[in-house]
């Protein structure tokens, strides 16, 4: 999580397991603070974090605020529109000009690949990848990695395939490594057009046939499937891509009892996955999204809030007096 | 303006590697000899004494780019890098399209450090369409023609275009016209910010493949075979197209190509940092395809070096690297990269950075030597051995986008001479 001596997270690369267990941890912790009657700690009162959203988000951005006001922070938004990219400021003025009027944290969300990273050499605050293109979305990563030990412990051995749209997700580029790095066994699924060109240096097999594959799965990983892809002929329909790669209900009922049906949402009901299997009790998406406040709690903390050491869960515990 | 004696100097001009001084008068060399005096004496014991270098490919951004650069700064730029002349790409604003365009390059060059050879658009506003009026230009004086920055896409447009030049070298006294091309399909290229593969996989960036730079070669090979005309592949980047390239000389077919700098030193992994520094059109691409850049400029399937110096500014090169334009530095490194990385003896260096790049662009009656008497005086005194480290910050550019900063090379030019002048002296510009 270091980066020219500042911490931030830009990458699931960035973390070994130790650091993925150090936050899997912690998250447990903030998750008890969730339910308290007034969830709410100081751990990061004093502090500025702003939001820098290229890139249209409701749903990474809300989980990034209510975790930002559950620890206490103060927060700014630094409105982006589009257009601002269009007319040509440069990133590196935007993001001098937030930080001259003192953060600590800066959350970017955009649609390049790296600009995190970019923002990353420019400031002194630490910096927060919300999403980069088809590049990284690592507190993603994290809180499916959160709520798949939730449920099934240690992921040593387990299987997961990721399904879909690998090629243009960066979602599916942080739970490729994220899984990996926590001993999981990674199938990517999906027809050639979806897949990256190239999966060279990547800790995954790959297949085209999800239906080889389903019955052994511990969990079965669905990518949202952008509607634009079909007008861009990378599939011939989603009816077709509904049969050949979705989670259709014939498909659900071949899984095993305990395994996992998860999605980053939003969902296309009845693209990736059938209307009905999203409601099914093994499918975990809900919890994936209450899970993304937690997780995101501990990344702030520890990026922000205990300074450089590592924080134990007792440590924890003692500073998470109820505000 | 006095007279110059270059004495002591190792001459290396294609004709016989030697030992020799040289003096200069009213901008030609008037002898070659032994113990020659002039007004000033240049002792060039332990120099290399070539032609100067001209340079196929750069953008100068003037008219219309002059933030980024201006004729006046990226000439006195090449003169540093020992070119005495350079072809400049038709892409600025407006393009280079018409005769009066090519005046005003003309005008603007008045104070240049060297010759500023104007190309010209190959189609109207570089669009793939109307062809420009090609025999009113070569009569202006362009001997080269490129839509620079986007390829020909329309086959049929390039084949129009290379009949019609094919029929021009009676205004270009016997010169055969070469119609340059940017290879490149945009049907695979399009929206691609780096090369197609393994790293482009990792980073979740949109990729250009190399078969898209591979369709348009084969193609042009094709054309050229089908009209007789001559076309030049500019900043050939894959292995498949040197290969192309090497398979229609031995055919015999009037093909030439060009590499830069940047393709000969560096691969797609500096893409890694995001910096967009590297982002580049053609895309930087495998540690394999260099190799074979490389392999191709040493066995002669590619003729020249040119370096597409492209000059942007700060602001435009601190976008993210999705959205930042294409392009960097070349003119004042090209030497030393190319006498770093690539595995060739001066007199190779010479042919690739001189001899052939003036016979390519038609001003082989100036440039590319020989050097004898009566001939002009365009000249580069050059130290091999010099090592020195690039700083973007420290080069002659109105912009500092090298992709080499920090970089140790071996190799600088101390002096330049152009028409006799002596623009560049100790390694500083005179003007």
Not at chain 1, 136 to 144: A, E, K, M, S
Not at chain 2, 89 to 105: G, L
Not at chain 2, 117 to 143: F, K, N, Q
Not at chain 2, 165 to 174: E, I, K, N, R
């Amino acid at each position: 999580m270091r980066r020219n001596g500042a911490r931030h997270l830009l990458s699931m690369a960035d973390l070994d397991r130790d650091d993925i267990e150090q936050i899997l941890n912690l998250t447990g912790s903030f998750a008890e603070v969730g339910e308290r009657s007034i969830p709410k700690v100081p751990a990061l009162r004093g502090k500025t974090i702003a939001w820098l959203f290229y890139e249209d988000s409701t749903r990474t951005r809300l989980s990034f605020e209510t975790a930002a006001k559950r620890l206490s922070a103060d927060t700014m938004n630094f409105s982006v529109s589009s257009s601002s990219v269009n007319k040509g400021e440069s990133l590196r003025d935007t993001i001098e000009t937030i930080a001259a009027m003192g953060i600590d944290g800066v959350v970017v969300r955009h649609r390049a690949a790296g600009a995190p990273q970019q923002v990353a050499d420019w400031t002194d605050a630490a910096v927060i990848n919300a999403g980069d293109g088809w590049h990284q979305h690592p507190t993603q990563g994290l809180l499916d990695l959160y709520t798949a030990t939730s449920h099934l412990g240690d992921l040593d051995g387990k299987h997961i395939a990721i399904v879909g749209d690998i090629k243009h997700s960066r979602v599916a580029r942080s739970n490729a490594i994220g899984f990996a790095t926590m001993g999981a066994r990674v199938t990517l699924a999906g027809p050639p057009t979806l897949l990256p060109p190239s999966l060279d240096g990547w800790p995954v097999e790959v297949t085209h046939d999800l239906d080889a594959v389903i019955d052994e799965l511990d969990i079965c990983y669905l990518l949202r499937m952008q509607l634009e892809r079909q007008k861009q002929a990378v599939v011939p329909t989603l009816r077709e891509y509904h049969h050949e790669c979705g989670l259709t209900s014939a498909r659900a009922d071949r899984l095993g009892a305990e395994a996992l049906i998860m999605h980053p949402g939003p969902m296309n009901r009845g693209v990736e996955i059938a209307g009905e299997v999203a409601d099914r009790p093994n499918a975990v998406i809900t919890e994936q999204v209450a899970n993304g406040v937690s997780v995101r709690m501990a990344v702030l903390f520890l990026l922000l809030g205990a300074g450089l050491q590592p924080v134990d869960e007792s440590a924890v515990g003692g500073g998470l007096a109820v505000a | 303006m006095g007279s110059i004696a270059i004495t002591n100097g190792t001459l290396v001009d294609g004709g016989g590697t030697r030992r020799a001084d040289l003096l200069i008068q009213n901008g030609i060399i008037a002898e070659v000899g032994e113990r020659l005096e002039g007004d000033t004496v240049i002792d060039a014991d332990g120099l290399v004494v070539t032609p100067g270098f001209v340079d196929l490919q750069v953008h100068f951004r003037e008219p219309g780019g002059e933030e980024a650069e201006t004729i006046q700064t990226g000439s006195r730029g090449a003169a540093l890098g020992g070119f005495t002349a350079v072809v400049v790409m038709p892409n600025t604003t407006p393009t280079i399209d018409s005769a009066a365009a090519v005046r005003q390059i003309h005008d603007l060059s008045i104070d240049a450090l060297c010759e500023v050879m104007p190309s010209a658009a190959i189609t109207v506003d570089r669009d793939g369409e109307a062809l420009t009026p090609m025999a009113e230009l070569v009569r202006s004086g362009v001997r080269m023609f490129t839509d620079d920055g986007v390829g020909v896409q329309d086959a049929r447009v390039m084949r129009t275009a290379l009949e019609y030049a094919s029929g021009l070298s009676h205004l270009a006294d016997g010169f055969e016209i070469v119609l340059a091309q940017h290879c490149e399909v945009n049907a695979l290229a399009a929206g691609g910010a780096m090369h197609e593969g393994d790293w482009s996989s990792r980073l979740g960036m949109p990729g250009q493949p190399a078969e898209a730079e591979e369709l348009m070669i084969a193609r042009d090979i094709a054309l050229a075979r089908l009209t007789g005309g001559r076309v030049h592949f500019q900043h050939v980047s894959t292995a498949r197209g040197v290969d192309l390239i090497r398979a229609a000389k031995t055919e015999g077919l009037k093909v030439t190509g060009e590499a830069t700098p940047h393709h000969l030193s560096l691969d797609h992994s500096a893409v890694a940092s995001f910096d967009s520094v590297f982002k580049v059109n053609p895309p930087l691409r495998t540690p394999a395809d260099v190799a074979a850049i490389k392999a191709g400029l040493l066995d002669g399937t590619l003729d020249a070096i040119a370096t597409d110096h492209a000059p942007h500014t700060r602001q435009d090169k601190e976008r993210p690297f999705l959205d930042a334009p294409p392009g960097m530095l070349g003119v004042e490194t090209a030497f030393a990269i190319a006498n770093t990385e690539l595995d060739a003896d001066i007199e190779k260096l010479v042919e690739l950075l001189s001899i052939n790049p003036a016979r390519i662009a038609g001003i082989d009656d100036r440039h590319g030597g020989p050097i004898e008497a009566g001939r002009p005086a365009n000249l580069a005194l050059l130290d091999l051995d010099e090592e020195w480290t690039i700083t973007g910050a420290a080069l002659a550019s109105r912009s500092s986008n090298t992709p080499f900063e920090g970089r140790s090379v071996r190799g600088k030019i101390r002096h330049t001479i152009w028409n006799g002048d002596l623009v560049v002296t100790s390694g500083e510009a005179t003007r």
